[in-house]
């Protein structure tokens, strides 16, 4: 792996035709981009295949009747072949710039002519596969006020500099770990926290940790990871006279990955071997792609050459490193998992090769419905693209890093779940808000050293980092692939539970945002300090905001309540011991449009709602607004006003955003004023209608019959209307995962 950022070059012979020193096999045709919407014609030794990665392009314009086969009608996509398929097929010899150049034309083609064919109602969603039965914030619609549209950025922030103007308490007085952290008590398995090394350990930063117990133990059962090397995980094997037989698992892998594998079409064959069953539906172009199109032969070669065989190594020692269980961090519990940096290298080897049982079935009945995806064969998979090609690059640089040094130190893994009677009671809570550091300048990742910083989660943790999407969170995976093991083993969060990464090592850095996302090489993060307990300070919790597709419904009082208790889940720090960590032991939280962007979220809004929960859960906060000078501003000056001019506690906080929502409903469209600012005029009484202003007789009489209303008619998560008609609240955003 080269230290700097992938050439983009082809190498040519004298006849100007691409060299590759890999072998293909003979009866394999190269495919192309055209042929991912070319149906298969039926017959006896070629089954149809259908491409689930792109149905939302191959569409079927006309209905077939049940029982009645139909010819497809005409692909709204063919036009756009039409126009470039010339070009497509000059791939060959034009190298990797214009295999770049084309797929940029192409998408560009693609969503003009699929937003012209389906209108405005088309949505390429950046965060995750999309899937239209998702539970959202408002998901029985809205007929008031407007639909909100996702307003994705598609550039990385401006890197903060020494000048950078910022408001509020400077950074440097902000609380940062590991100046403020308590001492570590020894570390030492629990009921609620699986170490999976030998203890007493001493950080070394030359020799990894030992894993515990010396031998392999399995535990192949509903609360554990089904793990690939287990003696129960047994596959279907065509034996002699063609006759099926059961084999171990493993030791197929084995024989897989201790051959050599020249190039992607070998690599292909050899996951295939042991799962057969995708052979055909997992077509790998993606993955092939990189090779031929996108990298140089010398880069080609050194993967192929001396990285793979060691991740393949890497992987086959999974009986060696990973001796212990490891327990699936279920939903209603908290619990802890410590691995080493070498062992969650040898799981993630595994996710390289697709070699994790029971987790390719995507059917809501299948066993891992309710836990995101974890083996790479996604990322594999489907039309090449820009970002997903800068995916693989992240994963290599990983690879490359850890194979040829393997970090030593510890990360810890917490699923937070809070008890709904342990929530503050945020109308009764006259708190004002701890101190803000705003600025326009700066990422979370960059520029957060010492604080907890807030992953913009997906329910299901990393949401499309091994598909399409490319925000926040999948960047954040990519850059830190340590976190991407999470996966194998966190069920979806439900809506009072966060996730807490302690220890995740940074290797990639990266330019752009979603479509624009590029990896731009080696990153070190050698500077980062180390706790007792070997882990790096870099403090990560992920909470998922609820989807917002209409305006008005975000600032209902039990959505608003919905989204704090969420924040809170991610901001308190839960010990595990009935004495809470004192304020001074706490860091700030490093947070910024969390909710928006993807999400559809109020940015006002959420900011407010994290600087509430975070004085909840006794933390400062730090504000990054993603380059919007006026929101900076605009926090800061509410929050001034909010704690100096006019010091407000949360509850009445929380009053006057359920007021404003009923200025919404009532308006039926957006006002001309945003929330910030209706809390200023209700106080300095510019506002129309003067019985808007707090304790005034009105309000007063007129919320607490509303109160008194909705006690009487609210059940658990069920909420009456006027007319009495009942309907379900909807729960978290559900990602289409396997």
């Known amino acids: 792996m080269v230290k ?21 096999p003979p009866l394999k045709k190269k495919r192309t981009l055209l042929d991912f919407f070319r149906k298969k014609t039926k017959s006896n030794n070629d089954e149809p295949v259908k491409d689930k990665k792109v149905e939302i392009i191959d569409v079927e314009m006309t209905e077939s009747k049940p029982g009645k086969s139909s010819k497809p009608a005409v692909n709204p996509v063919e ?11 000059s791939f060959d010899g034009k190298g990797a710039q214009a295999a770049r150049t084309f797929t940029k034309t192409f998408t560009e083609k693609t969503d003009k002519i699929l937003k012209s064919s389906f209108g405005d109602t088309f949505k390429y969603d950046e965060t995750m596969e999309y899937n239209m039965d998702s539970d959202v914030a408002d998901s029985q619609g809205s007929q008031d006020g407007d639909s909100v549209k996702p307003d994705i950025p598609t550039k990385k922030p401006s890197q903060r500099k020494a000048n950078s103007d910022w408001k509020g308490k400077p950074l440097n007085r902000l609380n940062k770990i590991p100046d403020c952290m308590e001492k570590l008590p020894a570390l030492h398995s629990t009921e609620n926290h699986t170490v999976l ?8 930063p030359k020799t990894p ?15 554990h990871v089904k793990m690939p090397c287990s003696p129960q995980n047994e596959y279907p094997f065509q034996g002699k006279n063609n006759k099926q037989i059961l084999r171990k698992r493993w030791e197929i892998i084995e024989e897989a990955l201790l051959s050599k594998i020249p190039g992607p079409y070998e690599l292909e064959d050899i996951i295939l071997k042991y799962n057969s069953r995708y052979f055909g539906k997992w077509n790998f172009e993606t993955l092939k792609c990189l090779f031929t199109e996108d990298l140089t032969q010398s880069e080609r070669n050194h993967f192929f ?9 890497l992987a086959l020692n999974l009986p060696h490193l990973c001796t212990q269980p490891i327990p699936l961090l279920k939903k209603g519990k908290t619990r802890s998992i410590t691995l080493s940096q070498q062992q969650i290298a040898c799981l993630l080897a595994n996710a390289f090769f697709c070699t994790y049982p029971r987790r390719n079935a995507k059917g809501k009945s299948s066993e891992f419905f309710n836990y995101p995806s974890i083996n790479f064969n996604s990322l594999y998979d489907g039309m090449p693209n820009c970002v997903k090609l800068e995916k693989l690059k992240c994963i290599i640089q990983y690879f490359s890093r850890v194979t040829k040094n393997m970090p030593t130190g510890l990360v810890t893994f917490t699923r937070q779940h809070v008890g709904l009677i342990d929530f503050p009671k945020w109308d009764n809570l006259d708190t ?11 990422t979370i990742e960059d520029d957060g050293e010492g604080l ?15 598909t399409h999407g490319c925000v926040q969170e999948e960047i954040r995976f990519l850059i830190c692939p340590e976190m991407i093991i999470s996966r194998l083993f966190t069920e979806g969060l439900e809506k009072n539970e966060s996730f807490v990464m302690k220890g995740c090592e940074r290797f990639s850095s990266y330019d752009g945002y979603a479509r624009t996302f590029e990896w731009k090489g080696d990153y070190d993060d050698s500077k980062t300090p180390r706790d007792d307990w070997g882990r790096l300070c870099t403090h990560v919790t992920a909470i998922d905001a609820l989807v917002i597709h209409h305006y008005d419904r975000q600032f209902k009082g039990d959505i608003v309540k919905r989204e704090l208790n969420k924040a809170y889940c991610g901001f308190v720090s839960l010990r595990g011991t009935k004495n809470p960590p004192h304020e001074i032991n706490l860091s700030a939280v490093c947070t910024g449009n969390w909710g928006c962007g993807a999400f559809g979220g109020d940015k006002r809004l959420k900011a407010l709602i994290q600087l509430m929960a975070a004085t909840a859960a006794k933390r400062d906060v730090c504000y990054y607004t993603f380059d919007d000078e006026r929101l900076k501003n605009d926090i800061y000056n509410i929050h001034q006003y909010l704690t100096v001019t006019n010091p407000l506690g949360i509850d009445t906080i929380l009053s006057l955003i359920e007021r404003y929502e009923g200025v919404l409903r009532k308006s039926r469209r957006k006002p001309n004023m945003n929330l910030f600012e209706y809390i200023v005029k209700v106080f300095d009484g510019s506002l129309e209608n003067t019985d808007s202003e707090p304790d005034s007789p009105a309000i007063e009489k007129e919320m607490s019959q509303e109160m008194l209303y909705r006690k009487e008619s609210c059940m658990g998560d069920e909420v009456v209307s006027n007319n009495s008609v009942k309907r379900q609240l909807s729960e978290d955003y559900k990602a289409n995962t396997p």
Do not use: C
Request: charged share 25%.
């Open 209 to 223: 940790p030992m894993p515990h117990p010396a031998q392999y133990k399995d535990g192949w059962n509903n609360d």
């Open 79 to 89: 036009k756009v072949f039409n126009d470039i398929s010339t070009f497509g097929a």
């Open 432 to 442: 004002t808000l701890r101190d803000l550091h705003v600025s326009a300048e700066g």
């Open 305 to 313: 050459g001396e990285v793979l065989p060691k991740i393949a190594k």
């Open 197 to 204: 090394i030998k203890v007493p350990y001493k950080y070394d």
């Open 452 to 466: 907890l910083q807030v992953d913009f989660a997906n329910k299901y943790l990393g949401g499309g980092v091994l």
């Open 4 to 24: 700097t950022a992938f050439s983009r070059k082809y190498t040519q012979d004298t006849a100007g035709k691409v060299v590759y020193r890999m072998s293909e």
